[in-house]
Structure formats: C-alpha cells, structure tokens
C-alpha cells in the first residue's frame, strides 16, 4: 500500500536532514525519483542522503556528466541527473539498466525526463518552493514512509 506525506524543509540543511533520515531509515537498493524546479534542492536532498551513508567528500549535481557514482561504507549509490537528457531512449545508451540491476542506491533528479524507460520509484521525492522554504512531498510503501517518518521526527 502507498502513502504521501508532506514535510516542512525550511532551509537547506532542512533539506540535507531530510535526505540524510530517507538513507539512514531505508533500505539498500532503493530507486528514489527526485522531483521539482530548478534550484528547489534536488542535489541537496542527495548530498544530505549520501552523508547519511556516511559520504565526507564533495557531492557535486550530475547535471553534465549524467551520472556520478559513491560509496560509502559499503553502500553503493548512483546519483542522476537527467535535466539535459532530450529523449528518454538516450538512457539505453548509458547502460541504465545494469545501474538498476546493481543492486545500489538510485537517485534520479529530473526522473520524468525518463519516463516509458525508468522503472517505477520505491520512493518518489517532489520538491516545492514555498517562498525560502520548501514543502517535500514523500511517496512509497506506506511502512516505508512510516519508518522515515518516525526516524526524521526522533531526529528532528
């Protein structure tokens, strides 16, 4: 069964927060779509993700190379970013399918773009800009959000 919920994301550390819980109270081998405008904390939300697996180093936006990859104590995540992709078909020709059967964490920014070529999301992350702020709209199995939900609230 499915569930949304909405939380609150003030500021970017909100967001970093936010991104950190989803990683600390998921699973491994999640696909999480991110969704939103420009600049609404889409990279953000990753960085704060990937520092929850324990990432230090830099987290750069995918914007131009497509794809970067991590680890981080033994998690593998491969982070995307298809804003510029022009045909969904071109992810057949980045090998999207052996990123998806890798068993790693995916995060997808822009997922719409691949839309008839991705799979669907375990979790569907959409960003909203609320004048400074944000409002992050979190979609997936309904025990699933739950346990991020309790573990964002316990550390909030």
């Known amino acids: 069964m499915s569930t949304t919920v909405v939380i609150s994301a003030p500021t970017a550390e909100a967001m970093e927060d936010l991104g950190s819980t989803l990683a600390g109270a998921g699973e491994r081998g ?23 697996l324990g990432h230090a180093g830099a987290v750069k936006s995918p914007t131009f190379t497509l794809v970067e990859s ?18 969904p078909e071109e992810l057949e020709f980045i090998g999207i399918d052996d990123y998806l059967d890798s068993g790693a964490d995916i995060l997808i920014e822009w997922a719409e773009r691949g839309c008839g070529v991705l799979p669907h999301a375990d979790i569907e992350v959409e960003i909203t800009l609320h004048g400074a702020g944000r409002s992050v709209r979190i979609e997936g199995d309904a025990a699933k959000i739950e346990k991020i939900l309790k573990s964002y609230k316990t550390n909030s």
Do not use: M, N, W
Not at 30 to 50: S, V, W
């Open 30 to 52: 999640q696909r999480i779509y991110l969704r939103g405008p420009l600049a609404a904390g889409k990279t953000t939300f990753a960085r704060g993700y990937l520092r929850g």
């Open 70 to 87: 991590y680890r981080a104590c033994g998690a593998e995540v491969h982070h995307f970013d298809l804003y510029r992709l022009s045909d």
